[in-house]
């Protein structure tokens, strides 16, 4: 359809109502034609930009967390010993411990009738706290502990331990996939890497937050009535499991496996 050329066509604004000549009059953005003193451009409000979901998860975050439990290093000489007593006292400033809590102490040195390897069962001592009877945080009490050794007596009554005594939990962390399977076949010896482990022949051994490997499922290395173990060296022990390994010579075990007492 052909429209005239309109030089000469009057018009009226959409807004003001004011005549003006059709060609001056402007069309706005809502379909109004506006004269140039009432021409209104589209305000930037009225086109927001897209937005998109919002975000669930922010990139590598660096969250809080619980810190595992570890070694301490105790004061020197921390153990006070009583004559003719199995109840050995430990200093620990603040330890925040309470009674029935079991602990595992380390590098420790024979002192005033217990030997070294005594004080440093592996599978730990339960321990007693004495309640505190004041509100003061620096009293005696909130800094020591008994527990009752498993052999031996205070021959005169003194402090002693050495220098480099340590406590932590009876459950010792092993290190990166601490287990080797043996053979191929049922009831797979597997080998266990945990360093400077101070156990003996004989000695049962429970393992938790284990994973599976070589076929040997967390059911069969998390028995509850733990292992008995053959010692190899001051780093690794054996033991014979009631799984079956599936290729044999298989390292494995996940890097969350605790060893300790049943």
Not at 60 to 72: A, G, I, K, L
Not at 102 to 116: E, H, I, L, Y
Not at 120 to 146: C, E, F, Q, R, W
Not at 212 to 222: S, Y
Request: with cysteine; hydrophobic share 30%.
């Amino acid at each position: 359809m052909a429209f005239a050329a309109g030089k000469h066509t009057w018009g009226i604004c959409d807004t003001c109502g004011q005549r003006y000549r059709l060609k001056q009059l402007k069309e706005q953005w809502d379909g109004y034609k506006a004269c140039p003193e009432c021409f209104d451009i589209k305000q930037p409000q009225l086109d927001p930009p897209p937005i998109g979901a919002d975000p669930e998860a922010v990139l590598n975050p660096r969250p809080d967390r619980t810190e595992p439990v570890s070694q301490v290093l105790l004061t020197n000489n921390p153990f006070l010993t009583t004559q003719g007593s199995a109840v050995i006292t430990v200093f620990e400033d603040n330890h925040g411990r309470s009674t029935g809590d079991k602990v595992r102490f380390r590098n420790v040195d024979a002192f005033d009738g217990f030997t070294s390897s005594v004080i440093t069962d592996p599978d730990g001592y339960s321990i007693t706290v004495t309640a505190n009877p004041t509100t003061n945080i620096l009293n005696y009490y909130n800094n020591t502990y008994t527990f009752t050794a498993s052999s031996g007596t205070g021959t005169s009554g003194t402090r002693g331990g050495g220098v480099e005594c340590s406590v932590g939990p009876a459950n010792t962390l092993l290190p990166l996939n601490p287990f080797r399977s043996g053979d191929a076949g049922a009831n797979s010896v597997i080998s266990v890497t945990e360093f400077k482990h101070n156990r003996t022949t004989g000695d049962t051994v429970r393992f938790r937050s284990t994973e599976a490997f070589d076929g040997i499922t967390t059911t069969v290395l998390e028995s509850a009535s733990g292992y008995t173990i053959t010692v190899v060296d001051a780093n690794e022990y054996k033991f014979t499991s009631s799984g079956t390994a599936t290729t044999g010579d298989i390292t494995g075990g996940g890097d969350k496996v605790t060893a300790g007492p049943v």
